[in-house]
Structures are given as C-alpha cells and as structure tokens.
C-alpha cells in the first residue's frame, strides 16, 4: 500500500513558477513508476509527466515539454514537478500517481495504469 500525499500548488502569475511535492508514505519508490496529471475543470485528467522506477526514464506532454520537470528524492520517498513559465492554461488540480511492481524503464501516460493516487493540489495560473 502506498499513500500518496501532494503539496506546492498555488496563485502564481503567468511566467511564474511552482514545484509540486509528492511524498509518499507506506512504501518506497522502488519498483513505482509515478506519474503526473492533471485535471481542469469540465475536463478529463490528463499526463502531465511520468518516470519509470529507478528514474531511468521520464516523458511529458507536449504541452509542458521543455518548461516541466519531474525528478525524485529517494531519501526523502518524494517525487517532485518543477514547472517553469507557466501559462493560464496549465491551471488545474494537479495529482501524482504511483504504479507498483513495474518494469524498469517503462512510463505510464494513462491514468489507468496507475494504482494509487494523492488528493490533489491545486494550481492556479492568472493572465
């Protein structure tokens, strides 16, 4: 079992930036891939990011590549999202997932695939 606790949203300004926190408890990270999504209102959770277990491999939307960034502290069971120059369109709840017992390497963009999720947090981008 693992338990899935975010953290860092906010009002930013457009340009801004936030770093989301995803502290995990009951269990390490080994062997989780996590991910990232988000979700607007009025519309479905969509892949912001995701890393395979071991942090061998990470994938993000298009719409964030380049300004987002995912990375993990073992020591701190916490996977992190870094997001730079944001934009109003990135407003959203924000939710970090945690898929068990995966295969090296892979990254998983379905919120399907994932097995336990946070609360969310929300963040707010204004113009």
């Known amino acids: 079992q693992v338990q899935l606790v975010e953290s860092g949203g906010g009002l930013v300004q457009a340009g801004g930036s936030l770093r989301l926190s995803c502290a995990a408890s009951g269990r390490t990270f080994r062997y989780n891939a996590m991910g990232w999504f988000r979700q607007a209102p009025g519309k479905e959770r969509a892949f912001v990011g995701g890393m395979s277990w071991g942090a061998r491999s990470t994938s993000y939307a298009d719409s964030v590549k380049g300004r987002f960034t995912i990375s993990i502290d073992n020591a701190k069971n916490t996977v992190y999202l870094q997001m730079n120059s944001l934009k109003p369109e990135d407003t959203a709840v924000y939710y970090c997932?945690?898929?068990?017992?995966?295969?090296?390497?892979?990254?998983?963009?379905?919120?399907?695939?994932?097995?336990?999720w946070g609360q969310g947090t929300q963040v707010t981008v204004s113009s």
């Open positions: 997932a945690a898929k068990q017992s995966s295969p090296a390497g892979y990254v998983y963009n379905s919120p399907h695939e994932y097995d336990y």
